[in-house]
C-alpha cells in the first residue's frame, strides 16, 4: 500500500491512484465525458469564487460537524454513488462504506456498484455505526426498479436517491480507445494494461477472480447480470430514457424513507421535486460525466437554494475536491456535498485507509475555511464570507467579475 501520509491533498492521492490502476481504469474513475469542457469546468466555477477572511473571531470552539436529516454527523459530506469503487479496490464500496461510518458521514451506494447491498448492510449499516443511502438507476422494466427499492428498504438503507440526470448512455471515447468495457472484456490493449500493473491485477483482479468471479454489477436484477454477461444487454437496452414525474410519485408511494433526486439543475425542476413530495435533491452534472455543456452547479446552486427556501434539503457535487470548497456550497445555501472522485482516489491508493485519508484531508481544509473566514460553526456560513458578492447580486454575476 502507498505511504498515506505522503498524500497531503487530494491531488496527491489522484497521482497515487494514476500509478496504481490499470489506465482504463482510471481513466474510467477520473475522465469525464467528450471534451472534458463540464469537468474542467466544475473545478475553475469553484476556484473562481473568492473568499474573504474575518479579523479578530475567536475560532478555538469552531466546529464542523452538524447535523443531516436530522442526525448528527461528523462534517457536512456524504459519499457519492459511484458504480467503480469495487475496482479501484476488491470490495471497495465496503471500504468506502467503513471509512464513512468512522468519519460519522453517510455514504451512498450505488445500483452499478460491484458489492452487493446486503454485504454493505451487513458490514458498514447502522449495526456498524454507519448511515447507508442507496443510489437508483431506474430500469425500463419498472417492476425490477421497485424490487430493487424494496431490497433497500429490507436492508435497512435511511435514503433513495434517484439519479434523475442519465436518460442515455453518455460518450465517452477514452473507454473505447483504452479498450475498457464492463463488464470486463479481455480486449488486447486491457489484457496489456492488467498487466504492466501487477499489484492492482493480484489485489483485486484475482482476489474476484478466485472468490465470487470478475466483478460484476451486484445489485442488477440476475436476469441482467445474464444479458450482460452474455454481451446481449447494453446500458441503454436496460435503462429507461422514459423516466419522469409519475415515476417520482410511485416511487414516494412505496419508499417509507428519506427520498431524493440527484442531478438537477433548474430552479422550476427542484420546486416541482417538493410538490412531489421529496425530501431532498442533489444539485449535480454527474461530475461533468454525462452533457458536456453542462453548466457547473456551484454556479447554480444559489437560484436553486432561494427556489427550495429550505423546503426540502439541498445538497451539492460535482468538482468537490477541497474543503473550501465545502464552505463555498453551504454559504450557497447547500446543507451538505457529496464527494465522487476524491474519496474515489483514495480507496484505489488505500481501501478504507485511503478513503478515510481522503475525507480527513477534505475535513481539515473545510476547518481551516471556517476559522479563515471567522465562522464557529457551519450554520454561520453564509453569503458574507464571500468576495464581491452584495445581497441581490447573483453568484453568476460575481464570478463575471462585477460588483
Ligand atoms: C467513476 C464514477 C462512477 C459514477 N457512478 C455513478 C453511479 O453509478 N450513479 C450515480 O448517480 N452517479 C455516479 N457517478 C457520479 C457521482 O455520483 C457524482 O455525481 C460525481 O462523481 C460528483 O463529481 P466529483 O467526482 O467531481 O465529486 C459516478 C462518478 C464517478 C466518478
Given amino acids: 500500500m502507498q505511504n498515506l501520509d505522503r498524500c497531503l491533498n487530494i491531488w496527491d492521492l489522484r497521482a497515487a491512484a494514476r ?70 479496490w476488491h470490495e471497495g464500496e465496503l471500504e468506502l462504506a467503513k471509512a464513512a461510518a468512522k468519519a460519522r458521514i453517510p455514504l451512498t451506494l450505488s ?3 460491484m458489492t452487493a447491498m446486503e454485504k454493505i448492510a451487513q458490514h458498514g449499516g447502522p449495526d456498524k455505526g454507519g448511515r447507508l443511502w442507496f443510489q437508483l438507476y431506474v430500469w425500463k422494466q419498472r417492476e425490477l426498479s421497485h424490487q430493487l427499492i424494496e431490497r433497500a428498504n429490507r436492508n435497512g438503507f435511511e435514503a433513495l436517491i434517484v439519479t434523475v440526470d442519465s436518460p442515455v448512455s453518455p460518450n465517452r471515447e477514452y473507454n473505447t480507445h483504452n ?39 451486484e445489485n442488477y436484477p440476475p436476469e441482467y447480470q445474464q444479458s450482460i454477461l452474455s454481451g446481449v444487454g447494453s446500458r441503454d437496452a436496460l435503462r429507461a430514457d422514459s423516466l419522469d414525474w409519475n415515476d417520482i410519485a410511485r416511487f414516494r408511494d412505496i419508499w417509507p424513507g428519506i427520498l431524493m433526486i440527484k442531478g438537477v ?49 439541498v445538497i451539492l457535487d460535482s468538482g468537490v475536491r477541497r474543503g473550501s470548497d465545502i464552505a463555498k456550497a453551504l454559504a450557497l ?18 481501501g478504507e485507509a485511503g478513503a478515510l485519508r481522503a475525507i480527513s484531508l477534505i475535513r481539515n481544509e473545510f476547518d481551516k475555511t471556517m476559522a479563515y473566514t471567522g465562522c464557529r460553526s457551519v450554520d454561520e456560513l453564509s453569503p458574507d464570507i464571500f468576495f464581491g458578492y452584495r445581497s441581490g447580486n447573483r453568484l453568476s454575476g460575481m464570478t463575471a467579475g462585477a460588483v
Fill in 111 to 113: 445500483t452499478a456498484s
Fill in 265 to 313: 439543475n433548474r430552479p422550476d425542476d427542484a420546486v416541482k421535486a417538493i410538490e412531489y413530495g421529496l425530501d431532498g435533491i442533489v444539485v449535480s452534472n454527474h461530475g461533468g460525466r454525462n452533457m458536456d455543456s453542462s453548466a457547473a452547479p456551484i454556479d447554480l446552486l444559489a437560484d436553486i437554494a432561494e427556489a427550495v427556501n429550505n423546503r426540502a434539503t
Fill in 179 to 217: 479498450g475498457f468495457g464492463l463488464p470486463f472484456t479481455p480486449t488486447p490493449r486491457f489484457v496489456l494494461d492488467v498487466l504492466r500493473h501487477p499489484v492492482w491485477a493480484k489485489d483485486v483482479l484475482l482476489k474476484y477472480y478466485t472468490t465470487t468471479g470478475l466483478p460484476r454489477h
Fill in 19 to 88: 500509478r496504481r490502476l490499470p489506465k482504463g481504469v482510471f481513466e474510467f474513475v477520473d475522465r469525464a465525458t467528450e471534451d472534458h469542457i463540464a469537468v474542467a469546468n466544475n473545478r475553475s466555477a469553484f476556484e473562481r469564487i473568492k473568499l474573504r477572511h474575518r479579523a479578530l473571531v475567536d475560532v478555538s470552539q469552531r466546529s464542523v460537524a452538524t447535523t443531516l436529516f436530522g442526525k448528527p454527523v461528523g462534517l457536512p459530506m456524504a459519499i457519492a454513488p459511484t458504480g467503480s469503487a469495487g475496482l479501484c
Fill in 333 to 350: 445555501g447547500a446543507k451538505a456535498v457529496l464527494t465522487g472522485r476524491a474519496t474515489l482516489y483514495g480507496t484505489a491508493v488505500g
